[in-house]
């Protein structure tokens, strides 16, 4: 009855065609990119503006229906499919790119905008919008900016909360929030922008974002550099640091990664066991070659025995696309079909890599598993690709537990568990033992009573984070 | 497990669902972003489908029939896939699978089965006759030369389907399924087709045609033109998954080919030339070599001020990786301006759903447009006679033979 109900309302809201009811056309919602597979959603609804966001948001509060926000369905971690039934709301409908300030250095886009759409908007104006999840093609504003994502050039311009300057939020009640501002400056009490940052769609729907927008740089060398070992992978990034060079981009690739990129996304790299190192500089056309002929000294002292760099815009492009491809190519390396990877998403103080990641790459080996690694070393993070297999619930769950002792190991070096991913559901426990580690378990009951205040009947995205 | 069952398995057990793809799936925004409509949402529901056994089989393909048979099979999702999955395959292969189903479990599209029975009983999907859609009439054409010219019969449709579409927009996608259903019964009924025709599209295909012959003749081509060889090659049967079908009447066309001592055939419209080129030797004893026209063009063209953009149809550009030459040519002439999405990513114009899914078509068809004039090229130009009928929303939107013929730099032959 209150499903009919319900969907009655809704529908007045957003028109029958907005509102997808049967059973069909409800599964391709109880997926995303991670391994998690959510429930048959009650409903998907679609809308079209925040004033629908709003009232939609009203209704299901009134009759107590969880609502899981999403946008490209790209979360790793399950963060946009249901668990607890319930309603999923759909923003790609909302894919207006409002307004282009470049005086004052900003973007009004609504949340359903894919961030590949944006950047190509904004290079006509000679801008762009640093942050860059490696699904940067499907990811929407409002799904990267509810996890916090980071991406290729984290290295440099850091990750999506750098670059929030206001948002537009509907809360549970159907509220309407204008948190923020346009201007790079505000100190307007608590910052709520950065609360509904990251977490996940568990405290409310972001509709609109005010983004801090930059110039492209003026040009940019790409250097792809193999190695033999892992071991002066991290030295490497430290040496580069240590100069003062700020690589936009630093991505590690492992040798088991090297394999399958080799084969099949038409990587010409030297054959045998290898590690690459990819890494983006950018700057003024006078400076940039000194910046380029540094960090090949620093990569040829440490033992690298091929580096490449290019400027030129198609053979840029093809290492960027392998790179960004690296995980849609994963699963053609499982024996079977059942088989699928859990992405571990740590992350460490760059100084911290050298140590972290030899002792990573033992654990991984000591394991017996298959467990390609690459990831972000500009910025510390690491990512481990765990195969599994989903039938074999023992199997699984060891996994599981494999993942957590990757995420311990981050601790034990300074670093988090969760870097650019968010929680959603895999990394629930994960979350609790990082506070623990740091004796800050209150934090949890903090964030949880946030939760209760703004969301007391908890609809927002339930069984997510917590 | 058939072997198109195990290749749908296969295809669809690979996809990681990162999404990649509905990132440029163009029935995907066309249906208001419902994934039922989109790449990724095929590739879930495909391989649900796999796995459930008996009447949940049939009643699961039943109700996602609609999500492959939409498929504009554009490929545009198997550019994005870094693992290089392709779900407008996975989609041809479930359209094939209905097919091989027994018909009181599922069946076709009626529409598809309306279209498709002609062609094996006439050798037309429109049950049209040779003089349905003489185009040769007030032009000469040799009878002996190296390359057979074969239309392929695709620019001699388009009045009579541009018509089609147009009474089956006003019926709605309903009403239009169940006559279709009644029709396909009796599949004489089609010959009615013969009466329905758009005049104006009539007129400007065969102009189309006429163009492209005095392009070959300028360009000194040694080519010959057989009426009788001039059949339809059967690309519905394909496109709609009727293989079985498809693959009897192949085997007759590439026969009567060898029969007639062919050697070398000019196909003119990106369909004809995608089948016979990468279609017709998987399934016949296919020997011939296979051109598009455009690469037989060699003429000196007037240089002039203007600019064009080209559409590049995708069973061109994708499915033949033949994008370069319209380019090389158009450019003697104009400046290019290219459209957001050109070369291997072109954005498909509707067409393929055009007669079971208009409202889908129309929209993307919109939207492709608004893109070609957002270049603000004087001209937009394509190679494609479904292109084309999809795209001429203005006067500017040509084909590219009129294009070149206008810019030759001497007069024509007579």
Redesign the interface.
């Given at each position: 009855m209150r499903s009919n109900q319900v969907l009655t309302e809704i529908i007045s809201v957003v028109g029958e065609k907005n509102v997808l009811s049967n059973e069909v056309e409800k599964i391709p919602y109880m997926y995303d990119a991670s391994l998690f597979h959510g429930e048959l959603p009650e409903l998907v609804v679609l809308p079209a503006t925040t004033d629908e966001v709003s009232k939609v948001l009203e209704i299901c509060n009134r009759y107590k229906t969880p609502i899981v926000p999403r946008g490209g369905g790209t979360s790793l971690t399950g963060g946009s499919v249901s668990v607890k039934n319930g309603i999923v709301l759909v923003l790609s409908r909302m894919e207006s790119i409002e307004e282009i300030s470049i005086e004052d250095g900003y973007v009004l886009a609504e949340a359903g905008v894919k961030l590949d759409d944006l950047n190509s908007k904004l290079s006509k104006y000679g801008y762009f919008f640093p942050p860059d999840p490696a699904s940067s093609i499907a990811a929407t504003i409002g799904g990267i900016i509810s996890t916090n994502a980071g991406g290729l050039r984290g290295a440099k311009y850091g990750v999506v909360k750098d670059w929030v300057l206001g948002i537009e939020a509907v809360l549970p009640t159907g509220e309407i929030l204008k948190l923020g501002n346009k201007t790079l400056k505000h100190n307007i009490g608590y910052d709520l922008t950065s609360l509904i940052i990251g977490s996940e769609g568990t405290l409310a729907v972001i509709t609109k974002a005010y983004l801090k927008i930059w110039p492209l740089p003026e040009k940019i060398v790409r250097i792809i550099a193999y190695f033999n070992s892992i071991d002066k992978i991290g030295e490497s990034l430290v040496e580069i640091k240590k100069s003062g060079i700020v690589p936009v981009m630093a991505e590690f690739i492992d040798n088991n990664y090297m394999r399958i990129l080799r084969n099949n996304l038409n990587l010409k790299a030297p054959q045998g066991d290898v590690y690459a190192m990819l890494l983006d500089v950018d700057g003024a056309p006078e400076a940039i070659d000194r910046y380029v002929g540094k960090i090949k000294e620093i990569l040829s002292s440490q033992g690298a025995n091929e580096i490449l760099s290019s400027s030129d815009p198609a053979e840029m492009e093809n290492l960027r696309s392998v790179r960004k491809g690296a995980g849609s190519v994963l699963l053609l390396m499982r024996k079977k079909s059942t088989e699928t990877t859990i992405t571990s998403d740590v992350v460490v103080p760059p100084s911290q890599l050298p140590k972290f990641l030899m002792e990573l790459n033992s654990m991984v080996a000591e394991s017996g598993r298959l467990a390609p690694m690459l990831g972000h070393i500009g910025d510390g993070n690491i990512h481990v690709d765990i195969f599994t297999d989903l039938v074999d619930k023992v199997e699984l769950e060891k996994a599981l537990e494999f993942n957590e002792k990757i995420g311990l190991l981050a601790l034990k070096y300074g670093g988090s568990i969760s870097a650019e991913h968010g929680i959603g559901l895999e990394k629930k426990n994960m979350l609790v033992s990082e506070y623990d580690y740091r004796n800050s378990g209150k934090a949890i009951s903090v964030m949880k009573d946030i939760k209760r205040v703004i969301d007391p009947n908890n609809i927002m995205n339930p069984g997510k984070i917590f | 497990m058939s072997s198109i069952e195990k290749e749908i398995?296969?295809e669809s057990?690979?996809?990681?669902?990162?999404?990649?793809c509905?990132?440029?799936c163009p029935t995907l925004s066309a249906k208001?972003?419902?994934?039922?409509y989109?790449a990724?949402?095929r590739m879930?529901?495909a391989n649900?489908l796999i796995k459930k056994k008996n009447d949940d089989f049939f009643n699961?393909l039943k109700?996602?029939q609609k999500?492959f048979e939409s498929c504009l099979s554009c490929y545009a999702c198997l550019m994005?896939?870094?693992?290089?999955l392709n779900a407008g395959h996975v989609s041809e292969l479930v359209r094939q699978l209905i097919v091989t189903l027994p018909r009181n479990k599922v069946a076709p599209n009626p529409i598809s089965a309306l279209i498709t029975k002609p062609i094996t009983k006439y050798g037309n999907p429109l049950g049209l006759r040779g003089k349905d859609y003489a185009w040769t009439k007030g032009i000469s054409l040799p009878d002996k030369g190296d390359f057979l010219l074969f239309t392929g019969s695709l620019y001699q449709l388009m009045p009579y389907s541009s018509k089609l579409v147009k009474i089956t927009s006003k019926l709605g996608e309903d009403s239009t399924r169940k006559l279709a259903t009644l029709g396909s019964r009796f599949s004489s009924v089609i010959k009615i087709s013969r009466l329905l025709y758009d005049p104006t599209i009539n007129t400007r295909m065969q102009k189309i045609m006429k163009d492209i012959v005095k392009l070959l003749q300028i360009s000194g081509v040694s080519f010959y033109y057989d009426a009788d060889l001039e059949v339809y090659p059967g690309t519905y049967l394909y496109e709609l998954g009727f293989e079985e079908s498809f693959k009897e009447y192949a085997k007759k066309v590439s026969e009567n080919f060898r029969k007639k001592g062919v050697k070398k055939i000019i196909t003119i419209d990106p369909h004809t030339y995608d089948l016979l080129k990468n279609v017709y030797p998987k399934y016949t004893n296919f020997e011939y070599e296979v051109v598009y026209y455009l690469d037989l063009v060699q003429i000196d063209f007037n240089k002039t001020e203007m600019s064009a953009t080209y559409h590049d149809p995708c069973h061109l550009s994708r499915h033949s990786n033949y994008f370069a030459k319209p380019r090389e040519l158009i450019s003697l002439i104009a400046k290019i301006r290219e459209p957001?999405h050109y070369g291997s990513k072109t954005m498909c114009c509707g067409g393929p759903d055009e007669l079971e899914f208009p409202g889908i078509a129309s929209k993307i068809s919109e939207r492709r447009y608004s893109e070609l004039k957002n270049t603000k090229a004087d001209v937009i130009l394509t190679s494609c006679p479904v292109c084309y009928v999809n795209l001429a929303k203005d006067e500017s939107v040509m084909d590219i033979a009129e294009f070149l013929l206008e810019n030759v730099s001497r007069k024509p032959i007579k």
């Open positions: - | 398995e296969n057990g690979r996809c990681i669902k990162c999404g990649f509905n990132s440029v208001d972003f419902s994934e039922y989109g990724r949402g879930i529901l649900e699961f109700l996602s999500s994005e896939c870094p693992a290089a957001t």
